[in-house]
């Protein structure tokens, strides 16, 4: 067996289940301050509790996607090293809670979520915005191109998928700048999901239309949930593609710093998530996809799905957490 065969083994055999227990600590964590308003204290929570977990992982793991840069955040900042130190070396992007808004306000759809791929495989995307566009698994390739239009997108979807454009639903975030995008999208007639945060969510539910009823994800959100994002795709099947937007001389130069060498090149999935790849989120809140984590008083139960891009395999699963000293 090879070096790589060696730490694929190794990705699947330690990390498959044991990142379960990452995702669902931060969302048990961000889970008990649902609703009362202090975003900055769910989320920080919820770092505390990923973090601790997380170094309890056999591997030699490197933030590359996480808080922000070392002088911006304390823990799980850009660069920092977590776990023992013995096992494999891997790339880790994360989001201790994807949707702190939304978890203050306990709306749906908050996510702890994490993605860990071999060492080098991850995009080291700068905290700026990304425009994105993405769909779910089972089209073929090129069916949508960031560079079209709205209609042109919505019109080769419709196609591929065989219904009418008014039968296609596009999940965008309800933001000013996407005033335009909205327009554009109705005017074709066909129908739109705004949400108020969480765009890793809003990605992931492209994967699963019949389901959450999301057909495809269009407009401009962070670059570092789109590397988070793009490895839920890897997983199931997806497409997407993303291109940074540099818009000031700052951005551009923070880019350049962190070996973004083409400020215009457009990133698909495979380009900003390489290789064998694990993705794993917790409902913090209900939505979609995941159910939030519910508290009785003798039990604690959570709602995950953990993703492999090697082997294409979903994993749904429903804990009940009985020993709460744990938490």
């Keep these: 067996m090879n070096m790589a065969q060696n730490i694929v083994a190794g990705l699947d055999r330690i990390l498959t289940m044991e ?12 889970a008990r301050l649902r609703g009362r308003g202090d975003e900055k204290a769910a989320d920080q929570v919820a770092v505390d509790a990923m973090r601790q ?4 992982l056999a591997i030699k793991g490197t933030v590359v996607i996480g808080e922000g840069e070392r002088d911006e955040a304390p823990m799980l900042y850009i660069g920092e090293e977590v ?19 939304i978890c203050a306000k306990n709306l749906p759809n908050a996510l702890a979520v994490i993605a860990i791929a071999e060492k080098g495989s991850l ?59 909205i327009d554009a999208v109705r005017s074709t007639g ?15 539910h492209t994967t699963d239309p019949e389901e959450t009823g999301i057909d495809i994800y269009l407009g401009t959100g962070g670059a570092p949930e789109g590397v988070l994002a793009a490895a839920a795709l890897r997983c199931t099947g997806g497409q997407m593609q993303g291109r940074l937007i540099l818009d ?22 495979q380009d900003m998530a390489r290789g064998d790849v694990l993705f794993a989120a917790t409902g913090v809140t209900d939505g979609n996809l995941l159910d939030g984590v519910r508290f009785g008083r003798t039990f604690i139960t959570t709602h995950t799905i953990v993703l492999r891009s090697s082997s294409r395999t979903v994993r749904e699963i429903k804990a009940r957490h009985q020993d709460l000293e744990k938490f």
């Design 190 to 204: 066909a129908a739109i999901r705004l949400i108020g945060d969480g765009d890793v969510a809003g990605v992931i």
């Design 83 to 101: 776990g023992t130190g013995k096992g494999p070396a891997v790339d880790i992007a994360l989001d201790p809670l994807e949707g702190t808004t």
């Design 123 to 181: 995009l080291f995307a700068p905290d700026v915005y990304m425009d994105k566009i993405a769909i779910g698994p089972g089209y073929p390739e090129g069916v949508v191109d960031i560079d079209a239009s709205p209609a042109e997108n919505l019109a080769s979807l419709a196609k591929a998928k065989g219904v009418a454009v008014t039968d296609i639903t596009a999940c965008i975030l309800d933001r000013p700048r996407h005033a335009k995008l």
């Design 19 to 30: 990142v379960v227990r990452v995702t669902e600590r931060a969302a048990v964590a961000a």
């Design 248 to 269: 000031t001389p700052e951005k551009a130069a923070r880019a350049e710093k962190m070996g973004i060498s083409d400020p215009k090149r457009v990133y698909r999935a």
């Design 53 to 56: 977990e997380l170094n309890r």
